[in-house]
């Protein structure tokens, strides 16, 4: 079993920054993915970022690319979202992802506002 605990959500003026983290417990494995997907209010959750825990590649959703960067710290088994240059678009709940196959795994989300 996998527990993904997210943080580091919050109320920002557009243009600004704020950095997620997702802190990993339980197993995981090499071959994992780990991801970022969002949930606006009225709208379907969309993908935003992943990453392959085994070769380090990464995909981003057009949306975010330039401004947003993920990244990995082994040694606190964590995952972290960059985000700079906000826009008002990107407010929404924030969800960490895991999963081999499929992301099976997910945190609870946190809530990113972004203020015009």
């Known amino acids: 079993q996998v527990q993904l605990v997210e943080s580091g959500g919050g109320l920002v003026q557009a243009g600004g920054s704020l950095r997620l983290v997702c802190e990993a417990s339980g197993r995981t494995f090499s071959r994992f993915s780990m991801g970022w997907f969002r949930q606006a209010p009225g709208k379907e959750r969309e993908f935003v970022v992943g990453l392959s825990l085994s070769d380090g590649r990464t995909r981003y959703a057009e949306s975010v690319k330039g401004r947003f960067t993920i990244s990995r710290d082994s040694a606190k088994n964590t995952v972290s979202l960059q985000m700079n240059n906000l826009k008002f678009e990107d407010t929404a709940v924030y969800y960490c992802?895991?999963?081999?196959?499929?992301?099976?795994?997910w945190g609870q989300g946190t809530q990113v506002t972004v203020s015009s």
């Open positions: 992802a895991a999963g081999e196959l499929s992301y099976d795994y």
